[in-house]
């Protein structure tokens, strides 16, 4: 068995097989208590560009999740005029030149001690070092002031604490679970208001109110960015370093940028980060020539979508229906984007410019959302 079936079945021993299961059916597969299933990358890109069809907004929609807890003014919990006016002003926050200086400025130091302890022949945990990184951006963008990597991590350990809340069956937080998101998220929230008060145009909540958000709006941004912002880079970058080291493409990686951005998206795409996307029907439709019904609950598997293709190849190109999928499509294509590989690219080459590295030992996690490793531990095997 390959790691990246043995991480999904670890993470979903239940669901992840039922899922597999489905992409056998067809395309599109009406499931009783789980919704209409869509397995087809093509079908999926059509939902994800019909906005007034298939919405965030509706019941068994991601809105019926975190809108209780983030507020209703929230790019993934939005739809119409409204969604696009918000998503208009915040065009320009995450360009990638300033993605990059960003991390940049707040990743130097975290890169460097593991650059360190690789060069220096130590075995170093890729997803506590990840988990690191990730806390340390996210609190740049909210406005935290943190230094140390014991602060990086228990910020990181305590969004991982609410995701965990939320399996691939969950439709809604329950009230005791809402009022423990709302104790995390509400000093956060509390920090970024200050940040934004601040004005400050260096600053990711300064950036927002320079571009117009209200300050309710960045509170909500900064929720959603914490939310989204940290799991999905802390359980890709190890998966990543794992698929190069497990296909022997380690060396092509180091050697050629071109190369390594063939193989994170090629690594997204078997990864998937996002392994299902809901949506909600809003007009009565047809999708891949199955009816559905105002009110229906649509489950994108973007898994399934993905995995079409065949196993990780970063030679072998990726059809236009599938490009980037699991960052979404259409108005919700993840605004956080350049964000994201800013940081997985200077992590990743980090890694590889410490020679070639070999996994030590590795080990799945249990009880997560997103599937990924426990441990993975490498040590580098460069000359000293």
């Known amino acids: 068995m390959n790691w990246e079936r043995r991480l999904y079945l670890s993470a979903h021993p239940f669901a992840y097989p039922l899922l597999r299961g489905l992409a056998r059916r067809g395309p599109v597969v009406r499931v009783p208590g789980v919704g209409v299933v869509v397995n087809d990358a093509s079908l999926a890109r059509a939902v994800l560009m019909d906005g007034e069809t298939f919405r965030k907004d509706g019941p068994g929609s991601p809105g019926d999740l975190w809108t209780p807890v983030l507020g209703p003014s929230v790019l993934l919990n939005m739809e119409g ?26 990743l130097g130091g975290p890169l460097d001690r593991l650059a360190g302890r690789l060069a220096g022949g130590a075995t170093v945990d890729l997803v506590d070092a990840a988990r690191v990184m990730a806390g340390a951006v996210i609190g740049e963008v909210i406005g935290l002031e943190m230094s140390t990597e014991r602060e990086f991590r228990r910020l990181f350990e305590q969004g991982e604490r609410i995701v965990s809340m939320v399996s691939l069956r969950t439709r809604r937080l329950s009230p005791a679970q809402i009022r423990r998101v709302r104790a995390v998220l509400d000093p956060l929230g509390d920090t970024a208001a200050k940040s934004y008060a601040a004005g400050d145009e260096s600053t990711v909540m300064g950036r927002m109110r320079t571009l117009g958000l ?43 940028d071109g190369f390594l951005d063939r193989a994170i998206d090629e690594a997204m795409r ?7 996307m809901l949506r909600s029907v809003h007009r009565a439709a047809e999708i891949g020539g199955t009816p559905v019904r105002p009110g229906d609950r649509i489950l994108i598997a973007t898994h399934n979508c993905c995995h079409g293709l065949g196993p990780f190849d970063p030679d072998r190109p990726h059809p236009p229906e599938l490009r980037r999928l699991w960052f979404g499509a259409g108005p919700h294509f993840c605004i956080g984007y350049p964000l994201a590989m800013a940081q997985i690219r200077r992590v990743a080459r980090t890694v590889l410019a410490a020679g070639p590295v070999r996994i030590v030992e590795r080990s799945a996690a249990r009880n997560v959302l997103i599937p990924t490793y426990r441990r993975l531990t490498v040590r580098s095997e460069a000359p000293r």
Request: contains cysteine; glycine residues 4%; proline residues 5%.
């Open 81 to 106: 005029d409204a969604h696009r006016a918000l998503r208009r002003r915040l065009t320009d926050l995450f360009t990638p030149a300033y993605a990059d200086e960003l991390c940049a400025r707040v």
């Open 214 to 256: 209200s300050e309710a709006e960045a509170r909500g941004a900064a929720g959603a960015f914490f939310l989204t912002g940290t799991e999905t880079v802390a359980t890709y970058v190890p998966r990543l370093v794992a698929l190069l080291c497990d296909s022997a493409r380690l060396a092509d990686a180091a050697a050629s």
């Open 270 to 276: 078997v990864t998937t980060p996002t392994p299902v």
